[in-house]
């Protein structure tokens, strides 16, 4: 069973549309993330979300909004798309116990492609 | 804030040679520190890590790496590298309180046969 899953795989949309993510953990982890990889494969950390707490990176546009049904979940809904957000998106999830980093368990990724 | 640094962003090695990766942190304490690899088209994958304890951490495909407070440094080690190690390998340091790590930018291991 996967332990990190991410829908869909590729997306591929226009400047101006509004599109989502979809991650779900099977491990039972309390702490999900989002991470934006860029061309030159540099991993920028999004979104921390811990028992309802979340921690947005200042640097990420408003435009960007994670959602969390439960746990297990953490979706990412981008509205109005823009060329710049061409990337590869992880979701990632970790225990975090005891308030420290913990191993993280990163999801296959989503290639966004805005046209 | 803590932060990391590879400064090496390719590495060339042939086939059966040995590897070091290098990789560098900033952090008052003890830092949480770890080495991922990313295959291509691929998640990151853990392949070790080091929280406390013996400062030689062993890891998963014949990886270690050897944390040095001194250096500040957890560089990663193979004996023999085979061609399936191609791929991205990141750093990343995680400090108490914060469930949040740093990654650094990346080295991208090229294997020549």
């Known amino acids: 069973d996967t332990a990190v899953s991410q829908t869909p795989k590729y997306l591929v949309t226009q400047m101006g549309n509004d599109k989502s993510i979809k991650c779900e953990q099977n491990?039972?982890?309390?702490?999900m993330y989002w991470y934006k990889q860029d061309s030159k494969k540099f991993l920028k950390i999004m979104f921390s979300?811990?028992?309802?707490?979340?921690?947005i990176n200042e640097t990420v546009p408003n435009r960007f909004s994670p959602k969390s049904p439960d746990k297990a979940h953490l979706n990412l809904h981008i509205n109005s798309l823009e060329l710049g957000d061409s990337a590869v998106y992880f979701c990632?999830?970790?225990?975090?116990?005891?308030?420290?980093?913990?191993?993280?368990?990163f999801g296959p990724g989503t290639r966004l492609t805005v046209l | 804030a803590q932060s990391v640094t590879q400064p090496d962003i390719h590495i060339t090695v042939s086939e059966g040679a040995s590897l070091e990766l290098r990789c560098n942190y900033s952090?008052?304490?003890?830092?949480?520190l770890f080495w991922y690899v990313q295959s291509p088209g691929q998640g990151l994958q853990l392949l070790l890590k080091?929280?406390?304890?013996?400062?030689l951490v062993q890891g998963i495909k014949g990886f270690e790496a050897e944390f040095k407070r001194s250096q500040s440094s957890f560089n990663l080690r193979k004996p023999s590298v085979h061609w399936s190690d191609a791929a991205e390998y990141f750093c990343?340091?995680?400090?108490?309180?914060?469930?949040?790590?740093?990654f650094g930018r990346g080295t991208s291991l090229i294997v020549h046969p």
């Open positions: 979300y811990n028992n309802k707490e979340l921690i």
């Open positions: 491990l039972g982890h309390d702490t």
């Open positions: 990632a999830s970790s225990q975090a116990s005891g308030g420290h980093t913990d191993t993280q368990y």
């Open positions: 952090y008052g304490a003890t830092p949480y």
């Open positions: 080091y929280f406390s304890g013996d400062t």
């Open positions: 990343a340091v995680g400090a108490g309180g914060s469930y949040i790590p740093t």
